[in-house]
Every structure is written in structure tokens, then in C-alpha cells.
């Protein structure tokens, strides 16, 4: 338990102060105070907290635990991703992805997919899959000349917090996306 010290001071009627100590549990309530202590991407970048239930879900977690768990291997990896304007409301991404089986040797596949977006893009790709995915909640910011995307991904009975790296935005949130399935789907 992480904690704090409080230093009082009594003065007794002869004018001598005595000091006492209590130590009193840290507490993110605290007006004012944050301890990013327990968050393991605070601790790993030092920029940016998790998001709240993300944060509550992975307190205290060394880093390579949260990535296996948070960013794991999807069966359905996307590789690259590109767009081309095709109307004010359309786009036409090209997804490079990898299909892995246990079975089976990877297999590199490549998806052309019209939509108004990187997300839905990934979300028309992983459904085609059996692999669908519906965004609860959805972080995204830049990290040094990267981008990181966190969602609350959700199917049916199942919901699990996923993260993704890319070099820009759009790669971002499709990485999150596929490890937000992998981890709903297995």
C-alpha cells in the first residue's frame, strides 16, 4: 500500500512542541493527487494515464503482462493499411493482413473495403471474419512519432479493453481493433 506521512505538531502548556507522525493510505480521491504508480503505461511512457477502466482493470501490472494481454497476436493481424478518397464521405482502404491458424501456415491476404473510416473498414474486415466487434469506448493519442488506440471493444456477452501502435492514426485503431476481437473472440 503505497502511503504518506502527516506531521502534526502539539504544543504543550510549557511552549515545547512535540511532534507525532501518522502515516495515512494514498488514495486517488484526493483532490489534486494522482498516483500513477499502479498504471503500467504511465510507468513504461510517462505521458499519458490509461483510460479509467482500463487503468482500474491493469493497476499494478509489469509491462509485458499488460502487452500479452492488452495487445496479444490476433489470428487476423492487419500489416498496412491505405486510403484513398472516393466522395465527401468515402474511402477506399486497402488492409494488409495476416490470417494465422494453428493449423495452418500464415497466410498474407489483402482487402480492399469501402467506408467512412479506418474503424469501420477494420470492423466490416473482422465481421466478414466472424470476428465482429462493436466500440464502447475508444482513447486514441500520439506517442512520439507513433499513434496508440485504446477501445472497450464488445460482442454479444463478451467485453475486453485492447491496445494498438501504429505509425499513424488509421493503423492505430485498426492494430487495437484486431486485438480487441482476438481477445473477445480467442
Not at 158 to 164: E, F, H, S, V
Request: charged share 25%; with cysteine.
Amino acid at each position: 500500500m503505497n502511503a504518506f506521512s502527516v506531521t502534526t505538531a502539539d504544543t504543550a502548556s510549557t511552549q515545547t512542541p512535540t511532534r507525532r507522525t501518522t502515516t495515512a493510505p494514498r488514495t486517488t480521491d484526493t483532490p489534486g493527487h494522482r498516483d500513477d504508480g499502479d498504471d503500467p503505461f504511465f510507468r513504461r511512457y510517462g505521458t499519458r494515464r490509461l483510460p479509467r477502466g482500463l487503468r482500474e482493470e491493469a493497476a499494478g501490472m509489469d509491462w509485458q503482462l499488460f502487452l500479452t494481454i492488452y495487445s496479444p497476436e490476433a489470428r487476423l493481424a492487419v500489416n498496412h493499411v491505405t486510403s484513398t478518397r472516393r466522395d465527401n464521405c468515402t474511402f477506399r482502404f486497402g488492409i494488409s493482413a495476416t490470417r494465422r491458424s494453428k493449423t495452418h501456415a500464415p497466410r498474407e491476404e489483402f482487402h480492399e473495403i469501402d467506408a467512412s473510416g479506418p474503424a469501420a473498414a477494420c470492423s466490416e474486415l473482422l465481421a466478414d471474419a466472424g470476428r465482429a466487434v462493436e466500440i464502447l469506448d475508444f482513447h486514441q493519442y500520439p506517442l512520439f512519432e507513433a499513434t496508440v488506440t485504446f477501445v472497450r471493444g464488445s460482442w454479444k456477452n463478451r467485453t475486453a479493453w485492447a491496445m494498438g501502435f501504429g505509425p499513424d492514426p488509421q493503423t492505430s485503431v485498426v492494430h487495437a481493433l484486431t486485438c480487441a476481437a482476438e481477445r473477445i473472440h480467442g
